[in-house]
């Protein structure tokens, strides 16, 4: 358990460095108010498409289309807290309401937290699934008709299963939802200067396509899309200076020149980045502490296990090294009769492990060759150590000492 827990922790340290050292997030803001909200028209959807395609392209950083953005669901059986606006309404009924379907039959819809995401943001922030599939590339297409796909926080895995169908609907679409898989328990994503923990999330595929096989999917609301689209992050190591110089010329690039700072960048204070980094390598040293704590505690009892079982014999080796027997026969005695106990104790072990973490645990991680690969070291080191020290006195004086044990023994009973 010790070593799974040490390999896990340094899987998932390098993880978070790969994503987060020494990367600054800017979040992208678009300032079309007062009367620049004349350009939230259909006639500039095509100025918003370049802008998108000039972050997605960019050679001076990655561009992550990702926010948050409630959805309905049609009689939502889950948990309160995955409601929207959990937090801040006292009455939990104030997220649900009645609606027709389009079978003009009444159905109560409930607003959850939704965080939408592009197609890049589950490889970049390493966000693991215990249960079914990440999204794919069909996912981010939306067709004129049936279902997509999505994937919930692990706060739903109690009353959904992968494989489920939900009636989802929001500003943008309605649409039937299959459940594509569930996240890890205790997902996190870095979004505006904060970790957002996603057990409570649905999470939804930002979709790519304005049209599909020559039809409008968004009908009159595509721009307000692409404002959605053109509002996530960026992860560069450029300064927000340098990053905002880049913004203002793609900004003019996509015909947006007559507006002053059509899009702007937000930086956050780091505080939350810089304590959870400095916890990631507090963890990380505590973690491995006590893995060579318990390893070294482990050694020690095999090996005075060992010693004990060499001491109660040693006559017996005696016997059998006066006897004939050789120094190679006499370790592999008593490397048998301790390999035979290792291997139990391995396989017992192997067994809770997979009782507490899982097969896949057991098979993917390397345990299982830890625990094969511990048990012949903890076998053979402590064998050869008490072996050494057997035969470095004259094999005359255990058979001696064991004699002057046995008439104490006998004084004793007597007595």
Known sequence: TAWHLLLETEEQTEEYKEAYEDTQFYTIVDNFVGEADAELSEQNVGKFRKFLELLSGSSYFEYFMAYTQPVSIENYRGKENNKYGYEYHTDPSETAQDRKDKDDNVQRSTSVKAFWIGDNVIDYFKLRLIEGREFTEDDFVLKTDGPISVILGANYAEEYSVGDELMISCYFVERTAEVAGFLEEGTNIYYRGKFLNLDNYVIMPVFQNDTYEGKEVFGSDTVHFYTLRNSGIIATKLSM?????????????????????????????????????????????????????????????????????????????????????????????????????????????????????????????????????????????????????????????????EAGDADIGQRDEAI
């Open 241 to 401: 200076g340098d990053v905002e110089e880049i913004i203002k010329d793609y900004s003019r690039e996509a015909g947006f020149e007559h507006l002053n700072n059509a899009y702007y960048v937000v930086e956050y204070v780091g505080t939350e980045k810089i304590n959870f980094d400095y916890g990631i390598e507090v963890v990380s040293f505590l973690v491995s502490a006590i893995a060579a704590a318990a390893l070294a505690a482990a050694f020690l009892f095999v090996g005075v296990c060992t010693a004990n079982r060499t001491k109660k014999n040693r006559r017996y080796f005696a016997v059998l090294a006066m006897n004939g027997c050789g120094k190679g026969q006499i370790c592999s005695i008593l490397l048998l009769d301790t390999a035979v106990i290792e291997l139990l104790a391995g396989l017992l072990a192997g067994v809770l492990f997979t009782a507490v973490f899982g097969t896949a645990a057991l098979w993917g991680t390397g345990v299982l060759w830890g625990l094969l690969l511990g048990t012949a070291f903890f076998t053979a080191l402590p064998c050869a150590v008490t072996m050494i020290l057997f035969f470095r006195r004259d094999l005359i004086y255990y058979l001696k000492v």
